[in-house]
Protein backbone atom coordinates (compact mmCIF):
# COMPACT_ATOMS: atom_id res chain seq x y z
CA UNK A 1 0.00 0.00 0.00
CA UNK A 2 3.10 2.68 0.96
CA UNK A 3 4.98 1.63 -2.48
CA UNK A 4 1.86 2.36 -4.58
CA UNK A 5 1.12 5.74 -2.69
CA UNK A 6 4.51 6.67 -3.13
CA UNK A 7 3.95 5.95 -6.94
CA UNK A 8 0.80 7.71 -7.32
CA UNK A 9 2.23 10.43 -5.15
CA UNK A 10 5.78 10.91 -7.16
CA UNK A 11 3.47 9.94 -11.18
CA UNK A 12 1.58 13.51 -10.00
CA UNK A 13 4.57 15.20 -8.86
CA UNK A 14 6.02 14.49 -12.50
CA UNK A 15 3.09 15.11 -14.44
CA UNK A 16 3.02 19.00 -13.11
CA UNK A 17 6.06 19.32 -13.97
CA UNK A 18 4.88 18.96 -17.48
CA UNK A 19 3.04 21.89 -18.59
CA UNK A 20 6.45 23.82 -17.63
CA UNK A 21 8.46 21.96 -20.07
CA UNK A 22 6.01 22.19 -22.74
CA UNK A 23 5.49 26.01 -22.37
CA UNK A 24 9.54 26.66 -21.83
CA UNK A 25 9.78 25.02 -25.51
CA UNK A 26 6.80 27.49 -26.38
CA UNK A 27 8.46 30.37 -25.32
CA UNK A 28 11.16 30.78 -27.77
CA UNK A 29 10.76 30.05 -31.90
CA UNK A 30 14.69 29.11 -32.43
CA UNK A 31 15.40 25.67 -30.89
CA UNK A 32 19.13 24.58 -32.01
CA UNK A 33 18.83 21.15 -32.97
CA UNK A 34 21.21 19.21 -30.68
CA UNK A 35 24.10 18.88 -33.33
CA UNK A 36 27.39 19.11 -30.95
CA UNK A 37 30.40 16.73 -30.75
CA UNK A 38 30.28 14.61 -27.78
CA UNK A 39 32.95 12.54 -26.13
CA UNK A 40 32.79 8.43 -27.30
CA UNK A 41 32.15 6.54 -24.30
CA UNK A 42 34.60 4.89 -21.75
CA UNK A 43 31.56 2.98 -20.25
CA UNK A 44 30.71 0.77 -23.16
CA UNK A 45 27.45 2.94 -22.83
CA UNK A 46 25.28 5.41 -24.49
CA UNK A 47 25.97 8.91 -24.80
CA UNK A 48 22.50 11.11 -25.63
CA UNK A 49 23.29 14.49 -26.99
CA UNK A 50 20.95 17.63 -25.47
CA UNK A 51 20.40 21.13 -25.30
CA UNK A 52 18.51 23.18 -22.61
CA UNK A 53 17.32 26.67 -22.31
CA UNK A 54 19.26 28.23 -19.25
CA UNK A 55 17.84 31.70 -19.23
CA UNK A 56 15.52 33.53 -21.13
CA UNK A 57 14.75 37.30 -20.98
CA UNK A 58 13.09 39.73 -23.06
CA UNK A 59 13.87 43.55 -23.45
CA UNK A 60 11.87 46.38 -22.94
CA UNK A 61 8.86 46.80 -25.40
CA UNK A 62 10.05 48.20 -28.88
CA UNK A 63 7.79 49.47 -31.56
CA UNK A 64 8.11 49.06 -35.50
CA UNK A 65 5.59 50.52 -37.25
CA UNK A 66 2.26 51.89 -36.07
CA UNK A 67 0.90 49.88 -33.61
CA UNK A 68 3.48 46.98 -34.10
CA UNK A 69 5.40 46.31 -30.76
CA UNK A 70 8.23 43.48 -30.56
CA UNK A 71 10.39 42.73 -28.06
CA UNK A 72 13.74 41.03 -28.37
CA UNK A 73 14.10 37.82 -26.86
CA UNK A 74 17.64 36.65 -25.50
CA UNK A 75 17.87 32.61 -25.18
CA UNK A 76 20.61 31.30 -23.81
CA UNK A 77 20.85 27.33 -24.39
CA UNK A 78 23.40 24.74 -22.93
CA UNK A 79 24.49 21.89 -24.89
CA UNK A 80 24.57 18.96 -22.85
CA UNK A 81 26.58 14.93 -23.48
CA UNK A 82 24.48 12.46 -20.87
CA UNK A 83 26.09 9.18 -20.46
CA UNK A 84 24.61 6.17 -19.42
CA UNK A 85 26.36 3.04 -18.65
CA UNK A 86 25.83 -0.18 -20.68
CA UNK A 87 22.96 -1.33 -18.05
CA UNK A 88 21.16 1.91 -18.63
CA UNK A 89 22.55 3.83 -15.71
CA UNK A 90 23.06 7.73 -15.55
CA UNK A 91 26.82 8.44 -15.47
CA UNK A 92 28.46 11.12 -13.77
CA UNK A 93 30.93 11.77 -16.57
CA UNK A 94 27.93 13.83 -17.90
CA UNK A 95 29.12 17.38 -19.01
CA UNK A 96 28.04 21.01 -20.26
CA UNK A 97 29.63 22.79 -23.33
CA UNK A 98 29.77 26.41 -24.36
CA UNK A 99 26.39 27.98 -24.08
CA UNK A 100 24.64 28.90 -27.53
CA UNK A 101 22.83 32.76 -26.83
CA UNK A 102 19.94 33.30 -29.93
CA UNK A 103 18.09 36.64 -30.17
CA UNK A 104 15.14 36.95 -32.03
CA UNK A 105 12.16 39.46 -32.62
CA UNK A 106 8.44 38.61 -30.51
CA UNK A 107 5.57 40.46 -31.55
CA UNK A 108 3.62 41.38 -28.27
CA UNK A 109 0.94 43.63 -30.07
CA UNK A 110 -1.02 44.31 -33.65
CA UNK A 111 -1.91 47.18 -35.31
CA UNK A 112 -5.63 46.94 -36.17
CA UNK A 113 -7.15 48.82 -39.08
CA UNK A 114 -8.66 51.40 -36.74
CA UNK A 115 -5.22 52.86 -35.63
CA UNK A 116 -5.51 51.02 -32.03
CA UNK A 117 -3.54 47.88 -31.12
CA UNK A 118 -4.41 44.58 -29.85
CA UNK A 119 -1.76 41.61 -27.97
CA UNK A 120 -0.33 39.14 -29.96
CA UNK A 121 -1.18 35.46 -27.54
CA UNK A 122 0.75 34.75 -24.85
CA UNK A 123 1.09 38.49 -24.23
CA UNK A 124 -1.90 39.63 -22.30
CA UNK A 125 -1.18 43.07 -21.42
CA UNK A 126 -2.31 46.73 -22.54
CA UNK A 127 -1.16 48.21 -26.00
CA UNK A 128 0.84 49.85 -26.78
CA UNK A 129 2.92 48.03 -24.19
CA UNK A 130 4.37 49.75 -20.92
CA UNK A 131 8.19 50.56 -21.16
Not at 99 to 121: H, I, N, Q
Amino acid sequence: MTSRLFGLVLGAILLSQLPAAAAQWAATKVVPQATHKCDDSALGGDVVKTIEIADQKDSAPHANGPGEWYVTRTTKWIPYCVYHDENGLYSLDTYALTPKVFDEEVKVCEALADGTSRPVAPFAGPCPPRR
